[in-house]
Protein backbone atom coordinates (compact mmCIF):
# COMPACT_ATOMS: atom_id res chain seq x y z
CA UNK A 1 0.00 0.00 0.00
CA UNK A 2 1.16 3.73 -0.94
CA UNK A 3 -0.69 6.75 0.45
CA UNK A 4 0.24 9.73 -1.23
CA UNK A 5 -0.29 13.30 0.53
CA UNK A 6 -0.78 17.22 -1.00
CA UNK A 7 -0.05 19.84 -0.15
CA UNK A 8 0.52 23.46 -1.42
CA UNK A 9 -2.48 24.55 -3.05
CA UNK A 10 -4.21 27.65 -2.33
CA UNK A 11 -5.72 30.91 -3.92
CA UNK A 12 -2.94 33.28 -6.22
CA UNK A 13 -3.94 36.35 -8.33
CA UNK A 14 -3.05 35.67 -11.90
CA UNK A 15 0.89 35.91 -12.58
CA UNK A 16 1.38 34.47 -9.13
CA UNK A 17 3.30 31.44 -8.29
CA UNK A 18 2.45 27.82 -6.70
CA UNK A 19 4.91 24.87 -5.12
CA UNK A 20 2.57 21.46 -4.90
CA UNK A 21 4.04 18.81 -2.41
CA UNK A 22 3.62 15.41 -2.78
CA UNK A 23 4.98 13.31 -0.43
CA UNK A 24 4.48 9.12 0.15
CA UNK A 25 4.30 6.88 2.54
CA UNK A 26 7.45 4.87 1.42
CA UNK A 27 10.60 5.51 -0.54
CA UNK A 28 8.54 4.64 -3.79
CA UNK A 29 9.59 7.52 -6.18
CA UNK A 30 13.48 6.19 -6.49
CA UNK A 31 11.89 3.52 -8.63
CA UNK A 32 8.81 4.60 -9.74
CA UNK A 33 7.16 7.34 -12.24
CA UNK A 34 5.52 10.46 -10.21
CA UNK A 35 3.12 12.49 -11.82
CA UNK A 36 0.79 15.26 -11.50
CA UNK A 37 -2.74 15.54 -12.98
CA UNK A 38 -5.48 18.17 -12.31
CA UNK A 39 -9.38 18.28 -12.76
CA UNK A 40 -11.20 21.50 -12.96
CA UNK A 41 -15.32 21.35 -12.52
CA UNK A 42 -17.11 20.05 -15.65
CA UNK A 43 -14.21 18.93 -17.19
CA UNK A 44 -12.02 15.46 -17.25
CA UNK A 45 -9.17 15.01 -15.20
CA UNK A 46 -5.65 15.46 -17.41
CA UNK A 47 -2.24 14.79 -16.97
CA UNK A 48 -0.08 18.18 -15.96
CA UNK A 49 3.36 16.56 -15.68
CA UNK A 50 5.28 13.14 -14.91
CA UNK A 51 8.63 12.67 -13.91
CA UNK A 52 10.76 9.07 -14.17
CA UNK A 53 12.97 7.92 -11.72
CA UNK A 54 15.51 9.00 -13.83
CA UNK A 55 14.43 12.58 -13.83
CA UNK A 56 12.83 12.74 -17.57
CA UNK A 57 9.99 14.58 -17.46
CA UNK A 58 6.97 15.20 -19.42
CA UNK A 59 4.34 17.69 -19.42
CA UNK A 60 1.36 18.74 -21.03
CA UNK A 61 1.38 22.07 -23.70
CA UNK A 62 -0.73 23.98 -21.84
CA UNK A 63 1.99 24.41 -19.14
CA UNK A 64 5.24 23.93 -20.71
CA UNK A 65 7.32 27.19 -19.51
CA UNK A 66 5.31 27.65 -16.63
CA UNK A 67 5.38 24.32 -15.03
CA UNK A 68 8.34 22.36 -13.17
CA UNK A 69 8.35 18.79 -11.96
CA UNK A 70 11.31 17.83 -9.51
CA UNK A 71 11.65 14.69 -6.86
CA UNK A 72 13.48 14.95 -4.01
CA UNK A 73 13.83 10.81 -3.07
CA UNK A 74 15.15 11.71 0.20
CA UNK A 75 12.12 12.83 1.34
CA UNK A 76 9.90 10.71 -0.98
CA UNK A 77 8.45 13.81 -2.20
CA UNK A 78 7.55 15.42 -5.73
CA UNK A 79 7.03 19.08 -6.20
CA UNK A 80 5.14 21.00 -8.92
CA UNK A 81 6.39 24.78 -9.33
CA UNK A 82 4.02 26.64 -10.93
CA UNK A 83 4.55 30.24 -11.92
CA UNK A 84 2.93 32.69 -14.43
CA UNK A 85 -0.39 31.10 -13.27
CA UNK A 86 -3.64 31.92 -14.92
CA UNK A 87 -6.79 31.81 -14.67
CA UNK A 88 -7.54 28.39 -16.68
CA UNK A 89 -5.12 26.67 -14.40
CA UNK A 90 -7.59 26.59 -11.37
CA UNK A 91 -8.45 22.60 -10.84
CA UNK A 92 -8.00 19.90 -8.17
CA UNK A 93 -4.14 19.00 -8.54
CA UNK A 94 -3.91 15.48 -7.86
CA UNK A 95 -0.77 13.07 -7.36
CA UNK A 96 -0.21 9.89 -8.77
CA UNK A 97 2.12 7.09 -9.06
CA UNK A 98 2.45 3.37 -10.25
CA UNK A 99 3.74 0.72 -8.38
CA UNK A 100 3.66 -2.88 -9.72
CA UNK A 101 0.93 -1.99 -12.01
CA UNK A 102 -1.20 -0.52 -9.28
CA UNK A 103 -2.05 3.37 -9.55
CA UNK A 104 -2.39 5.11 -6.58
CA UNK A 105 -3.79 8.65 -6.05
CA UNK A 106 -3.53 11.64 -3.04
CA UNK A 107 -7.08 13.42 -2.05
CA UNK A 108 -6.00 16.14 -3.73
CA UNK A 109 -5.60 19.80 -3.54
CA UNK A 110 -7.00 22.95 -4.91
CA UNK A 111 -5.55 25.34 -6.55
CA UNK A 112 -7.71 28.79 -7.61
CA UNK A 113 -6.55 31.52 -9.60
CA UNK A 114 -8.40 34.51 -9.26
CA UNK A 115 -8.24 38.63 -8.59
Known amino acids: QVQLVESGGGLVQPGGSLRLSCTAS????????GGWYRQAPGKQRELVAV???????NYADSVKGRFTISGDNAKNTVYLQMNSLEPEDTAVYYC?????????WGQGTQVTVSS
Open 26 to 33: RNIFRLNV
Open 51 to 57: ITSGGST
Open 96 to 104: TTRVLGRDY
